[in-house]
T-cell receptor, first 114, second 115 residues
Framework: DSGVTQTPKHLITATGQRVTLRCSPR?????VYWYQQSLDQGLQFLIQ???????AKGNILERFSAQQFPDLHSELNLSSLELGDSALYFC?????????????FGPGTRLTVL | AQSVTQLDSQVPVFEEAPVELRCNYS??????LFWYVQYPNQGLQLLLK??????LVKGINGFEAEFNKSQTSFHLRKPSVHISDTAEYFC?????????????FGGGTRLMVKP
């Protein structure tokens, strides 16, 4: 158990819908990262937050957005869902934004878009 | 920008045999290097990391990796595998600068240990 929790574990929805994925980092960790794992794209970095502020952005679609709240939990919002958004979404956290901080991964949320 | 190539998508091996999982990377800046393991229906767990210093890095579960700067490689090895090592292994890099800690992953190698 990494100490990072993600809810829900599974999510099934339809095209065009909007969903919210939630992540609680390990106690004391200030940085949160979101990654997408899909069969065709592999594991891709989406976005990083540090202490409530966006720190780095990767291949995140404009239909996707994220935020980190004062209690440091984070939410990833996916809207206008398409079939190709079906994937495993991982959250990871690290102690701070130091360059060599180990990232601890949650168990993931499996999103299926029908 | 960085990229990571894992040359083998699947590696079948018999129990107690040695194994090497290959990883090559490309980057315009210096990087930190990582190996993660993903067991079925679980998240990723860090096996080992190279930040600086000795190029031979030892990790958990008897794994080790060697950083070769001239060949831009970071191959993972284990002298004797167990059935429980069956999993997906990911090589990853993170830029050694102030651009954030994001990890760039390779495509993964599925290690299949047979009895």
């Amino acid at each position: 158990d990494s100490g990072v929790t993600q809810t829900p574990k599974h999510l099934i929805t339809a095209t065009g819908q909007r969903v919210t994925l939630r992540c609680s980092p390990r106690s004391g960790d200030l940085s949160v990262y979101w990654y997408q794992q899909s069969l065709d794209q592999g594991l891709q970095f989406l976005i990083q937050y540090y202490n409530g502020e966006e720190r780095a952005k990767g291949n995140i679609l404009e239909r996707f957005s994220a935020q980190q709240f004062p209690d440091l939990h984070s939410e990833l919002n996916l809207s206008s869902l398409e079939l190709g958004d079906s994937a495993l979404y991982f959250c990871a956290s690290s102690r701070d934004r130091g360059r060599n901080n180990e990232q601890f991964f949650g168990p993931g949320t499996r999103l299926t878009v029908l | 920008a960085q990229s990571v190539t894992q040359l083998d998508s699947q590696v079948p091996v018999f129990e107690e045999a040695p194994v090497e999982l290959r990883c090559n990377y490309s980057s315009s800046v210096s990087v930190y290097l990582f190996w993660y393991v993903q067991y079925p229906n679980q998240g990723l767990q860090l096996l080992l990391k190279y930040l600086s210093g000795s190029t031979l890095v030892k990790g958990i579960n008897g794994f080790e990796a060697e950083f070769n700067k001239s060949q831009t490689s970071f191959h993972l090895r284990k002298p004797s595998v167990h059935i429980s090592d069956t999993a997906e292994y990911f090589c990853a890099v993170s830029p050694n600068n102030n651009a954030g800690n994001m990890l760039t992953f390779g495509g993964g190698t599925r290690l299949m240990v047979k009895p």
